[in-house]
């Protein structure tokens, strides 16, 4: 379990913890990598309206079947989520598409796979 894994799983106990109305989460860049995700995915969709990974070229497929089970929950708020700069391919594409299929606040993809 990395220190970047550790510390995105205390934020997403503060999600889950605590009563939270949070519009906006950027962690563009930020080096996230799968277990990160993990740790993050199910706190961050259901108190963000907005998630922004941009950038973090470490996440995968496997990052994005996590970020998938939280977005097809329904307590989901995310109305925009950013995956631009992610290397994601067609595994990803596939994940993310069935989590998008079940979801009924996503309103908005930004998604440029860095493979195009």
Known sequence: FSSAAAGLS????????????LKYL??????????GLHALAEGAANHCEILALDGNESITSTGLSYLSSSIRSYSCRVETLYLQNITIGDDGLEVLA???ADNKSVRSLHWVDLDS
């Open 26 to 35: 950027f962690l563009e860049g930020c080096s996230i990598n799968d277990e």
């Open 10 to 21: 205390s934020l997403s106990d503060l999600f889950q913890n605590s009563p939270m109305n």
């Open 98 to 100: 069935q989590g998008l």
